[in-house]
C-alpha cells in the first residue's frame, strides 16, 4: 500500500493547526494508501508543540519538528528532509481540506501518472465582509480544469501531492534567500517544472479552504501584498533570467504603470473587479521596480 507524508508548515497558529489536524482525521483513503503528518514549527518559542502533542484519536501518526531560524524556505526544506513514503502532500497552517482531499490528489497522480498535482484553494469570507472584496475576486485564485499541465506562474505549495522520489532524485529544495521574503514555492516549482521537465497536473477536486482573517478585509492588506509579490518577481528573475529578459520585463512594468496613471480617473468609476485588478497590478509593477533599486543599491555597497 502507498503511503502518503503530509508535510505542515507552521508559525505561531496553534488554534488554526489544531482545526486543519482534526479536519486531516476524516479523510477518505478507500483503503489505497496510508497517510502522516509532519509539523514543522518555524516559532522560536515552539508554539505549535502543545498542539501537536495533545492531538488525541488520530487515525494517522503526527511527528513533530522545529526549524528555530525563522525562515519559510528552511522549515519547508525540514518537510522534504523528513519525509517518507510514495508521495509528500503539502498544505497551509491556515487551511483546512474537504474530505476527499488526498484521494482526489491521489487518483489523480496516479491516473496520469503525474510528479505532482495541485489543487484550488477556495476563500471562505467572513459574512460581514464588505461588499467591495465580494465583488473584486481578490480572494479567488485561478482554477483549471482536471488534467491541465500547470506552468510554473500557477505553482504554490498550499495545496500540492508530489512524488517524493521526483523531489529527491531531482535535489530540489527551496531556496533560503526567499526565506524572509516569500516566493520561495514559484522557484521552487521552476526547479521541478523548467529545470527537472517534471509534469504537474491539476485537479481540481482536491479542494481545500482556507478563512479569511479580519486583517485581510482592507484594501491596504491587497495592496500591500501586491507590492511583496512583485518585489518577489524581481528577484525571482535575477535569479533566473538574462539581464537583456529582466530589461524587458522592467519595461513593460514602467509602461503599464504610466498607462494605470493615465487612465486612473476613468478607473475609480469602474465596477470593484476592474478596478482592484488595476490597483493590484500597478503595485504590482511597483514592487518590481522598488525590488531592482534595491539590488542595484546592494550591489554598490558590496
Known sequence: ?????????????????AL?????????TENRFSYSVNVVDNDVEKSAEDTVKNITECNFEVNYYSVIEKNIAKARNKVLETA?????????????????????HYTVCELYHADGTLGPVIAELPRHSPR?????????????TT??????????????????????????????????SGGEDVDFFHNLIKLKNSKILWCNEAIVY????????????????????GQNSHRFLEKNSSGVYQAYIITKSLLKMFLTLLI?????????????????????HLGRIIALIKSKQNKKVL
Open 210 to 229: 482556507e478563512p479569511v482573517e479580519e486583517s485581510r478585509l482592507k484594501r491596504k492588506f491587497y495592496i500591500q501584498r501586491a507590492l511583496k509579490r
Open 132 to 144: 467591495w472584496i465580494r465583488e473584486s475576486n481578490v480572494c479567488q485564485r485561478k482554477s483549471f
Open 84 to 104: 517518507s513514503g510514495k508521495y509528500l502532500a503539502l498544505i497551509d497552517d491556515d487551511e483546512y481540506p474537504d474530505d476527499f482531499w488526498l484521494l482526489n
Open 20 to 28: 486543519l489536524l482534526k479536519k486531516l482525521n476524516f479523510q477518505s
Open 147 to 180: 488534467g491541465t499541465i500547470i506552468k510554473t506562474e500557477n505553482a504554490r505549495t498550499g495545496n500540492c501531492l508530489l512524488l517524493h522520489e521526483t523531489i529527491v532524485k531531482g535535489n530540489c529544495l527551496f531556496d533560503t534567500v526567499f526565506g524572509l
Open 264 to 284: 486612473f480617473p476613468t478607473i475609480l468609476i469602474c465596477n470593484e473587479k476592474i478596478k482592484m485588478a488595476c490597483i493590484e497590478s500597478f503595485f504590482h
Open 1 to 17: 500500500m502507498d503511503h502518503i507524508c503530509i508535510g505542515i508548515c507552521t508559525y505561531k497558529r496553534p488554534e488554526k493547526l
